[in-house]
């Protein structure tokens, strides 16, 4: 059985609730090895899988990562240099109703007069921080991440056009 393990996100809820940290759960996932190998190798090191949709409301149950999508924040915008360690927000995309998910209520309000329905952040958003590029060892966040994190999303759209299909497609 997988090393259940956690560490520290950022939570943007949907509602009017405000953002706040939360156990992300984070399971071990080791690559796959060539036969003969070992997965232990230095080339395969063990990457840990999180587990955001715990936090995500309206999705089909079972369905696993299937549910989610993820977009990293490596660096802003006018920087020069990426960020030592990077970010990832997972979003929800497949709703168990086929029905879009909520607008991002805090979002939208700090938006203001520049929010856009169509280019808006929908759903529970779990933000996880990393140690590497790679996204293969999540640490934890702290609510001191969360001006940069706050500022990217009210200036950033999601990224591609996200579907809602109905449950079983």
């Not at 399971?27 to 232990?40: C, E, I, K, R």
């Not at 203001?112 to 529970?124: D, I, L, Q, Y």
Request: aromatic content about 10%.
């Amino acid at each position: 059985m997988d090393k259940m393990t956690n560490v520290d996100a950022i939570l943007f809820p949907a509602d009017d609730r405000l953002p706040h940290l939360v156990p992300l759960m984070t399971s071990d996932a080791t690559p796959f090895s060539p036969h003969g190998q070992s997965s232990q190798h230095p080339q395969h090191p063990t990457v840990r899988v999180p587990h955001p949709e715990m936090y995500m409301d309206f999705i089909p149950e079972g369905v696993g990562s299937r549910v989610w999508r993820s977009h990293v924040i490596d660096m802003l915008d006018g920087m020069n240099k990426k960020f030592e360690n990077p970010y990832v927000i997972y979003y929800p995309v497949l709703s168990r109703d086929g029905m879009p998910f909520p607008v991002n209520e805090f979002l939208k309000k700090e938006q203001g007069a520049s929010f856009r329905e169509t280019h808006a952040w929908r759903g529970n958003l779990v933000v996880a921080k990393y140690r590497d590029e790679r996204h293969s060892t999540p640490m934890n966040a702290t609510m001191a991440d969360f001006p940069l994190l706050k500022n990217y999303l009210i200036t950033h759209s999601p990224p591609g056009s996200v579907t809602f299909a109905p449950p079983g497609t």
